[in-house]
C-alpha cells in the first residue's frame, strides 16, 4: 500500500520556523520526484517546491524563495520542508506529492499555521 505522510505542522508565530516531514512507503521513493504543494483556507492548490529523484535539483515558488528548503533523504524514504521566516500567509495545509511517469501519489496533508 503506498503512502505519504506528512507531519511537523502547527500554529507558529510570524518570523517562526517549522520543518515538514513526508514519510513514503509503499513505492520506490528513490525513482520519484517529490513536491511540495499547498493549499489555503478558500484557496486552490499552490506548488511551492519540488526536487528530484537523486536530490540535487531542487525548484522553488517566487513566493517561498530564500525562505524554505527542500530535501530528502532516500536511505530513510523521507521528503522535508524547511521552512524559515513563516509570514501569515503561508497558512494552508501542505501536502507532499510524488511524480514519475504520469504516476502521481498525494499526502493526507498538514496544516501549518502562522499567527500572532
Known amino acids: 500500500e503506498v503512502q505519504l505522510v506528512e507531519s511537523g505542522g502547527g500554529l507558529v508565530q510570524p518570523g517562526g520556523s517549522l520543518r515538514l516531514s513526508c514519510a513514503a512507503s509503499?513505492?520506490?521513493?528513490?525513482?520519484?520526484?517529490m513536491s511540495w504543494v499547498r493549499q489555503a483556507p478558500g484557496k486552490g492548490l499552490e506548488w511551492v517546491s519540488a526536487?528530484?529523484?537523486?536530490?540535487?535539483?531542487?525548484s522553488y515558488a517566487d513566493s517561498v524563495k530564500g525562505r524554505f528548503t527542500i530535501s530528502r533523504d532516500n536511505a530513510k524514504n523521507t521528503l522535508y520542508l524547511q521552512m524559515n521566516s513563516l509570514k501569515p500567509e503561508d497558512t494552508a495545509v501542505y501536502y507532499c506529492?510524488?511524480?514519475?511517469?504520469?504516476?502521481?501519489?498525494w499526502g493526507q496533508g498538514t496544516q501549518v499555521t502562522v499567527s500572532s
Open positions: 526536487i528530484n529523484s537523486g536530490g540535487s535539483t531542487t
Open positions: 509503499g513505492f520506490t521513493f528513490t525513482a520519484y520526484a
Open positions: 506529492n510524488a511524480a514519475r511517469l504520469g504516476f502521481q501519489y
